[in-house]
């Protein structure tokens, strides 16, 4: 069955692995780039050697899970290094084993996920693409600035908010417009009590926020945006937005 039919996100099988890999080799490049202890300023709190530190036990896991998913043996899972240099190489092996796992497999191999209606190794794929791009953009501003998402997968990172991630309902039905101005995507985005609900359509939000497609992702993720973000309306609606959804 290809990819594109089985599996509804926006980026098929095969592309999921490949940004597992893209943003992968960009995090490990990141992590040894220079002190562990630098902050990451869109992760209160953490340093780099924390945001390595989860996505250490986050990567390895969902390797393991893949393994099970399709019998093969599981691969090797070592202690997590804690110099920069030490660090560098052993995420990359460790992002190595992902891409290799996901790849053994097919979108529609059966897998442990947390969601109970999307059991296959097509979801892990998307939810272990999408975390690592948003991470990576995490680990490049500690070292003091970013790259843009790619188009067509910040489009499906947008999406995956509202299916695997799921915010909660703190609103009172404040109303949210996304315009994408390099690709023709748009969401409209409803923030109630009873949770949040997001349709592909046109419409007047109480804010608008156009820009491309990366920069609204961004945005909505609460990263800074690469590019401009045009604004329209009430802009406290994007503070109801992050109480709802933070990541």
């Known amino acids: 069955m290809p990819d594109s039919l089985f599996y509804i996100g926006r980026v098929q099988y095969s592309e999921y692995i490949a940004a597992v890999e893209t943003n992968g080799a960009a995090l490990a490049d990141a992590f040894g ?35 099970e998913g399709t019998g093969r043996p599981k691969t090797p899972f070592a202690p997590r290094p804690d ?56 680990a490049e501003l ?5 790259q843009p998402l790619d ?12 299916t695997s ?13 996304a315009h994408g101005t390099d690709r023709p995507d748009e969401w409209m985005i409803t923030i109630g009590r009873d949770g949040v609900h997001m349709e592909h359509a046109h419409g007047k939000g109480d804010l608008a ?15 800074p945006p690469v590019g401009s973000i045009e604004r329209f309306g009430d802009d406290s609606v994007l503070d109801v ?5 933070t990541f």
Do not use: K
């Open 209 to 223: 926020l156009r820009g491309a497609v990366s920069d609204l992702a961004l945005t909505l993720y609460g990263r």
């Open 165 to 177: 991630i799921v915010p909660s309902g703190t609103g009172n039905g404040e109303t949210l417009h």
């Open 142 to 146: 500690a070292r003091g600035s970013h």
């Open 33 to 67: 780039a220079g002190p562990l202890d630098a902050a990451v300023p869109t992760c209160p709190g953490w340093q780099v050697r924390d945001l390595a530190a989860h996505l250490w036990d986050f990567t390895g896991f969902w390797t393991h899970v893949v393994c």
């Open 83 to 138: 110099t920069p240099e030490a660090l560098a190489r052993g995420y990359r092996d460790l992002v190595g084993h992902l891409r290799d796992e996901l790849a053994a497999a097919t979108a529609d191999t059966v897998t442990w996920s947390w969601s109970p209606h999307e059991q296959h190794a097509g979801w892990v794929a998307r939810r272990t693409a999408n975390e690592l791009a948003v991470h990576r953009v995490d």
């Open 241 to 245: 937005w992050r109480t709802a959804f």
């Open 151 to 162: 188009a067509a997968h910040a489009a499906d990172i947008i999406d995956e908010i509202f």
